[in-house]
């Protein structure tokens, strides 16, 4: 199949849409599709936040986030959380969101999210417009309902959201190989 070049880009999709909250005085949510796994032992995850963001002040200052995994039916409050800034908005009350206590960290998760990662910044890089957030996942929540029969996380049930070049898309059916 003949292909096409072009300049280099940000065209690794699908991407997770996460909802994450940092802040402990007064939390903020950041909506981010810049987030991943980054490392197994320990576990970590990664999240890139420019540093003109609310949020990037409140993850330096506190030193903990919670990576919350939404479900498509909070497609309004994610996409809401990513047009408006905590500066001028408390996003919790404007989306309908509730704050929970997370267990390992002072930062709050989100209650209507199924999945949450508790994360604790081991280090940040900065790399140009974006700064990387390395965080340890030093617990992980999930909503009882989703356990499955051997104890695991049963994510395909969470019916949780990506990201795909400018669009939020529900994850998809499971393929048989």
């Known amino acids: 199949m003949a292909k096409i070049t ?81 500066r001028d ?20 998760l989100i209650a209507e999210c199924p999945i949450h990662l508790e994360c604790i910044v081991r280090q940040t890089l900065s790399l140009g417009t974006h700064d990387l957030f390395l965080g340890e996942v030093v617990a992980v929540q999930a909503d009882e309902a989703l356990v499955s029969a051997t104890g695991g996380i049963a994510y395909h049930r969470a019916n949780l959201l990506c990201y795909l070049a400018g669009q939020y898309r529900a994850m998809g059916e499971r393929l048989k190989i």
């Not at 995850?45 to 919350?68: A, D, K, Q, T, Y």
């Not at 989306?95 to 206590?101: K, N, R």
């Open 6 to 86: 072009r300049q280099g880009s940000t065209a690794l999709f699908p991407v997770p849409a996460v909802l994450v909250t940092c802040g402990v005085e007064r939390p903020n949510i950041i909506t981010l599709a810049w987030a991943g796994t980054v490392c197994s032992q320990p576990p970590m995850v990664g999240i890139g936040v420019r540093p003109e963001r609310h949020s990037h002040h409140l993850l330096r200052e506190v030193g903990e986030f919670v990576v919350n995994l939404p479900p498509a039916d909070l497609v309004a409050a994610v996409n809401r959380c990513g047009t408006v800034s905590g």
């Open 89 to 108: 908005y408390d996003k919790f009350d404007l989306c309908g969101l509730t704050a929970a206590p997370a267990s390992q960290v002072r930062v709050p």
